[in-house]
T-cell receptor, first 114, second 114 residues
Framework: SQKIEQNSEALNIQEGKTATLTCNYTNYSPAYLQWYRQDPGRGPVFLLLIRENEKEKRKERLKVTFDTTLKQSLFHITASQPADSATYLCALENYGGSQGNLIFGKGTKLSVKP | KAGVTQTPRYLIKTRGQQVTLSCSPI?????VSWYQQTPGQGLQFLFE???????NKGNFPGRFSGRQFSNSRSEMNVSTLELGDSALYLC?????????????FGSGTQLSVL
């Protein structure tokens, strides 16, 4: 079955720097990969979806890359701000199995210090 | 457009009791999925409903059940509560449940089992 690993449980960076979060998967390459943001005690909020034929997707200060050879997606936040502090989840489409149509990673908790 | 609404926001129950959680999806969304989120396990898929039919089910015991009504509202029920059922329960809706659709999550129901 598909397994997802997000590089670290926590990432601390200084305001203004670029945060880079990693999402690795182990088996088949999904046709789509999504990133969500989750604040404490709240539900995840969709940020970006990238398709396997798209190398890169941007939205304001966010950038996502998708490398099917490395089986990896990178999520970048440029000019990070304390308000970007949250947990970021990646999610892959699931082929069959009992995990629903999307499998979620456990997330990386980002803390941006002023 | 109103977002996904989950009620109640918080619940405290004791072992052995049962609980019913409610989810109202975004208007027009026919797919509703339920997830259990705990600090150690991340988002775990419970089940998905589409047009009043359970279409997919995760690896949870039969104590966890759900249903969907004709207006797409959904409920999940947990019987004979155990301490390990303490978690944030999230529901998410999307138009059809396809893996390339973004999920819209509610704020969740925080369940504490004492």
């Amino acid at each position: 079955s598909q397994k997802i690993e997000q590089n670290s449980e926590a990432l601390n960076i200084q305001e203004g720097k670029t945060a880079t979060l990693t999402c690795n998967y182990t088996n088949y390459s999904p046709a789509y990969l999504q990133w969500y943001r989750q604040d404490p005690g709240r539900g995840p909020v969709f940020l970006l979806l990238i398709r396997e034929n798209e190398k890169e997707k941007r939205k304001e200060r966010l950038k996502v890359t998708f490398d099917t050879t490395l089986k990896q997606s990178l999520f970048h936040i440029t000019a990070s701000q304390p308000a970007d502090s949250a947990t970021y989840l990646c999610a892959l489409e699931n082929y069959g199995g009992s995990q629903g149509n999307l499998i979620f990673g456990k997330g990386t908790k980002l803390s941006v210090k002023p | 457009k109103a977002g996904v609404t989950q009620t109640p926001r918080y619940l405290i129950k004791t072992r052995g009791q049962q609980v019913t959680l409610s989810c109202s999806p975004i208007s027009g969304h026919r797919s509703v999925s339920w997830y259990q989120q705990t600090p150690g396990q991340g988002l775990q898929f419970l089940f998905e409903y589409f047009s009043e039919t359970q279409r997919n089910k995760g690896n949870f015991p039969g104590r966890f059940s759900g249903r969907q009504f004709s207006n797409s509202r959904s409920e999940m029920n947990v019987s004979t509560l155990e301490l390990g059922d303490s978690a944030l329960y999230l529901c998410a809706s999307s138009p059809t449940g396809r893996s390339d659709e973004k999920l819209f999550f509610g704020s969740g129901t925080q369940l504490s089992v004492l």
